[in-house]
Nanobody, 114 residues
Framework: QLQLGESGGGLVQAGGSLRLSCAASRSIFSINVMGWYRQAPGKQREFVASIITGGITNFADSVKGRFAISRDYAKNTVYLQMNSLKPEDTAVYYC????????WGQGTQVTVSS
């Protein structure tokens, strides 16, 4: 069983930055894909970013050039660095890990004020 815990959300003004963290309950060395989704009020959950073993990353078009994703194997943690935030980035951000099955974190709220 794998547990994921997000942190780092909060309230920020447009143009600001936040870094989200996703801490896993065990080693992430063998986990092929980890990443982030988000869900805004009244909308479906949408893909944000992912990183696979080897460091290949993928981003939604809406965040390309503004967000970055990284993995720290020593800390069993995945990070989402969010820069140049916009009000439309407001959502609950969920970390996930694909390891035969998909595991989800509980989510962290990000609110961007205009």
């Amino acid at each position: 069983q794998l547990q994921l815990g997000e942190s780092g959300g909060g309230l920020v003004q447009a143009g600001g930055s936040l870094r989200l963290s996703c801490a896993a309950s065990r080693s992430i060395f063998s986990i092929n894909v980890m990443g982030w989704y988000r869900q805004a009020p009244g909308k479906q959950r949408e893909f944000v970013a992912s990183i696979i073993t080897g460091g290949i990353t993928n981003f939604a078009d809406s965040v390309k050039g503004r967000f970055a994703i990284s993995r720290d194997y020593a800390k069993n943690t995945v990070y989402l660095q969010m820069n140049s935030l916009k009000p439309e980035d407001t959502a609950v951000y969920y970390c996930y890990a694909d390891n035969a099955v998909r595991y989800w974190g509980q989510g962290t709220q990000v609110t961007v004020s205009s």
